[in-house]
């Protein structure tokens, strides 16, 4: 396991990947239960980080929704292109997204890379680009089952996060998210150990590659049919530090589930 400060807080951050799923009139709709169910229950935003990444149609209405009613909820964009601006039909600049008060955008995704074939360098193109417009990456690193019996646990993320980090300085704000796409959508996450092991592995990445300092503060989410029946175990683990949570996050009240897993659990 890679040696990083423990003095440095990472504030877990739950972030909810809606996919292809709910029209800018749902997403309002979503996002207004989601601050009043929350709100409700007395949750400290600032000791969990809750964000939310719409379809594209759906971010201004996101956007002015949040703003307007000054809402704690972070949002972001599902991908990025490399490209700033140009003849590129149907990308989506970096720009566009910082212009909308974006936080963060996914890059890299298991289904970018396995829909669209997205390579390592894309990634990297698309991290740098993001970084240019002041957004913070969730860099998505993750192996199939054929991955795992050729290579071992954690060989392609941590191949796959080094190369996404070609262009990064020690300065950027960065977010690691471990996806295994065996365990996406099948009801059957990893173990917490599984998990554990993984993330401890992109850490050691992270201080090979930026030092101890950045490592130590980034976070590290796990993604791959999270639920609020299972979030807590996976919190439990030192070197993971949020959720990317897939279909759980289209459910107001499980996703409010998992955001509130500290009050379960009492941890």
Not at 111 to 134: I, M, P
Not at 172 to 200: F, H, K, L, N, R
Request: proline content about 4%; charged content about 20%; glycine content about 8%.
């Amino acid at each position: 396991m890679a040696a990083v400060s423990s003095s440095v807080r990472r504030t877990p951050l739950i972030a909810g990947n809606w996919k292809m799923n709910l029209d800018h009139l749902q997403a309002i709709a979503f996002v207004q239960k989601l601050a009043w169910t929350l709100k409700d229950a007395n949750h400290d935003f600032t000791a969990v980080e809750v964000a939310v990444f719409p379809p594209f149609t759906d971010l201004r209405s996101v956007q002015t929704l949040v703003s307007a009613d000054k809402l704690p909820i972070a949002f972001g964009g599902q991908d990025v292109s490399q490209q700033l601006s140009g003849a590129y039909t149907g990308e989506i600049s970096a720009t566009f997204l910082s212009k909308l008060e974006c936080r963060y955008v996914i890059i890299g995704h298991s289904e970018r890379r396995t829909l669209h074939a997205e390579t390592d360098e894309q990634v990297a193109g698309k991290v740098a680009s993001a970084l240019g417009q002041n957004l913070s990456p969730i860099i998505c690193v993750g192996e199939t089952a054929e991955d795992l019996e050729e290579h071992g646990p954690s060989a392609i993320p941590v191949a796959q996060l080094r190369a996404a980090l070609a262009h990064v300085s020690t300065a950027a704000d960065i977010v690691v998210a471990y996806e295994p796409v065996w365990a996406i959508g099948s009801g059957q996450a990893a173990t917490p150990e599984q998990a554990e092991q993984v993330a401890a592995a992109l850490r050691a990445v992270l201080v090979d590659v930026l030092g101890e300092d950045v490592a130590a503060k980034t976070r590290i989410l796990y993604g791959g049919s999270v639920k609020s029946g299972n979030i807590a175990s996976f919190m439990r683990e030192p070197n993971v530090d949020g959720a990317l949570v897939g279909g759980a996050s289209l459910d107001v009240d499980e996703f409010a589930a998992i955001v509130r897993y500290q009050k379960h659990v009492g941890l």
